[in-house]
């Protein structure tokens, strides 16, 4: 391209580009949800093979069957909240921050639960067997969830009436949104469900 | 599909924005990114017992982490989701910018969206990585090259073998859908650039910071456990280890948003008119490629995490005493590592499909049976994975219905033959450079094909498992049909990436080399295998002396084989024959563009009204 010639910036219409984009998450989602399902597989492989009887840890500490519902309660919060948005546009304002705050509580409660893990063996700092180690796994990968959920719920708040873009495809971008936020507590759900499964 | 398009903007070039995209490259990535490694390792380090292994993977991994991270911010990856993040959109200029508008060669060292540049990139790294593990290759042989050799210790011996192995694979990976995946694709279907550009240029970069990574492994005292990294071993190894730890991690993130990238652009943005039956093959090939990649690599990136915990933490995933199994990282890595072995040959088939029709000027023999080809290999490749396991001890009783799922996929890969062989027939192949390789498949791929079978034949198995007969089986499916299909497609398309045509003469005699020495050195391994050599070992019985020294031979040909066609690419890219715009006549629309490729690829985008494979039926 010279200099002294005009030069075309090309978009397609927003339509196409907002299928597009939740095209693109939606792979993406896929490939979370195979690294989801690795975790639970490996969950109830390891809980039905109780190698050496050592599943459980030893002192009987283990998390309560609830623990995992009450990080997913957040997560479908935060979902429900944003799919109402897209719905109902003029309260989308007060619904993305209602997500936003769902998801950073549920990010602070996941924090809290694996800071007060009771099953690290005290003086090696290691964790007693295979269900401590697949329940901070878990708890790790929902704690992913919720970052990165906290990231785009923050970013859809800030941008608000904010952002200068095309109105098609922001709405398009909300659904695209909308997709991640229903897949985090669907994954929540699944994982609330394995680790319900303690003994 | 609605390909719609219209100009939002239409102005003077602008200069470029005086923004902070533009003072960033490589370089600064560099920079923060040995900040933040040294900076993290240094102050993780000032507070830990490092004579505990635990303390030292966990800041050794840390450090390794935070240096791709850091290389991502230095070199601007984080300023496009950071501005989505305040509401402050790229402006076309930006987007103009990050498409190296302009920039001649230093956008090949910046985070540039232009889906030619991020192919070009590949190409490059690529190269660079199968002649690293092709130099790890030959130091290999020549430790073989008799018994009690001392060339190099057992230790390094395994560090060679594991690194070799793994820089490989990951090489192999990308070896076909990265260039020709990035630069030629978009233009085959039309579109003018990849679905998500700055996806394009994330995946580029995240898999250019775990080279360094993997590469300090060597400096960490390697790593002894292959690539496979079966625990316990892996949790048990030293500090190299967290570099293999971290590459795979890193390299995962990487396909998955190409896989996702590649995926999205071919389904959204053909060209008009370029129904699904319309799809140049290779583009269909790469896509299954990605696309099964997608859900098969993140079980790896489970396992690798694991581990990774198990070293630093103290979990006991794989610690039999505390419940874990080494089973596990089994199952997970192989239900990665069987689909990856398709990841790997489809696109390389797909490529020497692409080439068979222009050269013997016919239409491709039943494009149906290759898609049912193609996805049949892709479907059951989900269902076999613990055909790496017979002899593991689990579950003896799945051995039977393992054994017959990996039987069943002679069954789609015969299709690919009959596809390749029903172009050929009674056609006059024009016998240039591309079209040598698709004799060495078809003769390599039967070899490699059958003794799989005999591999996959549970009671075969219990013998040859962990022989040289299965590295030999896996050498002549991965390099023999994979890669000799990635350097067609180099042959290929070289003049569309390059301007210039590929040394015609040194092609050949790298090619020959190549598969002369090729068939030495694995037809040798096959002998020594078949006789009991067992593979990964530094040292072996007199017995298999002949075997063995046939094989470094070969090795060494093959070496001079590489390197004469690196020449040959380094020579003709610098002053090759000036390459016209369509020096095979082919059909396909990345042959209608000029060199160089446009920005935009294309003034006005292309229709389609026809297959892409319409030689010996009248012109339009
Ligand atoms: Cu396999």
Known sequence: MSADTQFHVHHDSPEVRGRRERLGVRLLIVADGAFVFGLIFSYFYLRNLDANGGWLPKGAHYMSALSGWWT????????????????????????????????????????????????????????????????????????FHYLLGSFIALGL??????????????????????????????????CAITTSFIH | MTTVEYQVSSRPVPNPAKSLITKLHMGTGMVVG???????????????????????????????????????????????????????????????????????VSRYFRYCTDHKVVGIQYLV???????????????????LLSPGSKFVTPVIYNSLVGLHGITMIVAMIVVSTGPFGNFILPIMIGARDMAFPRLNALSWWVLFTAIPVLCSAWFLGGIPTGWTAYAPLSVQAGPGMNAFIATIIIFAISTAVAGANITATVVTMRAKGMKWNRVPIFVVGATMSVALAIPAFPTFMVSMIMTALDRTVNTTFFDANFGGSGWLYAHLFWIMGHPEVYVILIPGVAILM???????????????????????????????WAHHMYMSGWLPLLNGPFMITTEMISVPTGLIFLVILGTLWRGKPWMKLPMLSVYA?????????????????????????????????????????????????????????????????????????????????FLGMFIAGAEGQPRRVADYAHTYATSDRISTIGAYLIGIGMITLLWAVIHSWRKGDVAPQNPWGAKTLEWTVPFPVPLENFDELPVITSDPYGYGRSEK
Do not use: C
């Open chain 2, 354 to 384: 692409e080439i068979v029709p222009v050269f013997v000027r016919k239409p491709l023999f039943s494009y149906n049976a290759a898609i049912l080809g193609f996805a049949g290999i892709s479907g059951l490749s989900g269902l076999v």
């Open chain 1, 157 to 190: 708040v800030l941008r608000n009436g904010r952002a200068k873009v095309d109105a098609v495809l922001e709405t398009w971008r909300l659904r695209t949104a909308g997709s991640w936020f229903t897949w985090i507590a669907i994954s929540g759900v699944a």
């Open chain 2, 34 to 104: 040995a900040i933040f490694a040294f900076g993290t390792y240094f102050w993780l380090r000032s507070g830990e017992d490092m004579t505990v292994a635990h303390n030292v993977n966990r800041v050794l991994l840390i450090s390794m982490f935070m240096w791709s991270f850091g290389f991502l911010i230095g070199i601007g990856a984080f300023i496009g989701p950071f501005r989505w993040l305040i509401g402050k959109d790229l402006t076309d200029e930006e987007q103009l910018f990050l498409a190296g508008d302009g920039q001649g």
């Open chain 1, 72 to 143: 997913a309660v957040p997560l479908a919060i935060a979902a429900l909240a944003h799919r109402t948005g897209e719905r109902r546009r003029d309260s989308f304002k007060a619904l993305s921050i209602i997500t936003l705050v769902a998801l950073l509580a549920g990010a602070y409660y996941q924090w809290h639960q694996l800071a007060h893990m009771p099953f690290i063996v005290k003086d090696t700092g290691g964790f007693e067997g295979a269900y401590a180690s697949m329940w901070v796994l878990i708890a790790g990968a929902n704690m």
């Open chain 2, 441 to 521: 498949f078809l003769w390599n791929m039967l070899i490699g094909g059958i003794t799989g079978v005999y591999l996959s034949d549970v009671p075969a198995d219990n013998y040859l498992h962990g022989s040289m007969y299965v590295t030999a089986h896996f050498h002549y499916t991965l390099m023999g049909a994979a890669l000799t299909g990635a350097i067609a497609g180099l042959a290929y398309w070289f003049p569309k990436m390059t301007g210039r045509m590929l040394h015609e003469k040194a092609g050949y005699t790298a090619f020959w080399f190549t598969q002369i020495g090729f068939q030495i050195l």
């Open chain 2, 125 to 143: 790294g690529v190269m660079v990585m199968l002649g690293a593990g092709g130099t790890l290759a030959m130091m290999i042989r020549t430790n």
